[in-house]
T-cell receptor, first 108, second 112 residues
Framework: GIQVEQSPPDLILQEGANSTLRCNFS?????LQWFHQNPWGQLINLFY???GTKQNGRLSATTVATERYSLLYISSSQTTDSGVYFC??????????FGTGTRLKVLA | ETGVTQSPTHLIKTRGQQVTLRCSSQ?????VSWYQQALGQGPQFIFQ???????GRGNFPPRFSGLQFPNYSSELNVNALELDDSALYLC???????????FGPGTRLTVT
C-alpha cells in the first residue's frame, strides 16, 4: 500500500517565524488533505488539495501530484498554530492513509 | 450546518468487555469512516460505511464491527476489548466516497 512520510517530525519556532512542512507519498493518489490536530484531539481541515496550490490566510499548500509530494506553508506563526499537522492521502474511493505527522510548537 | 458529533467523549472499560461508540454525520453527508489513533501515531482506517453498507475495511480483526443507520449516523462496536484497543477513535463524514472528509472530536477509550 501507499506509504506517507512527513518531515520534519518535530519543529520548534519563535512566534512570527515561517515554516514549511513536507508530505511525500509513494504512489499516485486521488485525494490529499492537510489537517491540524489540536491538543484535545480534534482534527481540523486545513486543505483538500489533490493537486495545485491553495491559500487560506497565513496558510498555503501546494501539491505536485506527478512528483508525489505536498507542502504546507505557515507564515507569521502564532502560538495557536501549535499542535500536530497531518497529511492524509487516498488512492481509491474509501480509506485515507495518514502520515506520522509533524509536531509543531510555537514559542511566544 | 451541524458538524460531526461523537459520543461519549471519554470511556473506561475493562479487558474482555464490549463497547459501542456513536457518530452523527454532518448534515447531508451519506458516508461515515472510522479511524483508530494510538498515542503518538497517525489515525488508522478501520472501515467505511456508504448508504448503510460497508464500503471498505482496514486491517482490523472482526471483533471491530459497525453499522450505519438510515439517517447516516453510525456505530462502532468492539468486542472482547484488549489493552491495545486503548486509543482515540475518530469518525469522519463525507458527501460520497473518495472526497474530502470532516472529522468529529473523537472518543477516547481506555481499556484497563
Amino acid at each position: 500500500g501507499i506509504q506517507v512520510e512527513q518531515s520534519p517530525p518535530d519543529l520548534i519556532l519563535q512566534e512570527g517565524a515561517n515554516s514549511t512542512l513536507r508530505c511525500n507519498f509513494s504512489d499516485s493518489v486521488n485525494n490529499l488533505q492537510w489537517f491540524h490536530q489540536n491538543p484535545w484531539g480534534q482534527l481540523i481541515n486545513l486543505f483538500y488539495i489533490p493537486s495545485g496550490t491553495k491559500q487560506n490566510g497565513r496558510l498555503s499548500a501546494t501539491t505536485v501530484a506527478t512528483e508525489r509530494y505536498s507542502l504546507l506553508y505557515i507564515s507569521s506563526s502564532q502560538t495557536t498554530d501549535s499542535g500536530v499537522y497531518f497529511c492524509a492521502v487516498s488512492e481509491g474511493t474509501y480509506k485515507y492513509i495518514f502520515g506520522t505527522g509533524t509536531r509543531l510548537k510555537v514559542l511566544a | 450546518e451541524t458538524g460531526v458529533t461523537q459520543s461519549p467523549t471519554h470511556l473506561i472499560k475493562t479487558r474482555g468487555q464490549q463497547v459501542t461508540l456513536r457518530c452523527s454525520s454532518q448534515s447531508g453527508h451519506n458516508t461515515v469512516s472510522w479511524y483508530q489513533q494510538a498515542l503518538g501515531q497517525g489515525p488508522q482506517f478501520i472501515f467505511q460505511y456508504y448508504r448503510e453498507e460497508e464500503n471498505g475495511r482496514g486491517n482490523f480483526p472482526p471483533r471491530f464491527s459497525g453499522l450505519q443507520f438510515p439517517n447516516y449516523s453510525s456505530e462502532l462496536n468492539v468486542n472482547a476489548l484488549e489493552l491495545d484497543d486503548s486509543a482515540l477513535y475518530l469518525c469522519a463524514s463525507s458527501l460520497g466516497t473518495g472526497v474530502e472528509q470532516y472529522f468529529g472530536p473523537g472518543t477516547r477509550l481506555t481499556v484497563t
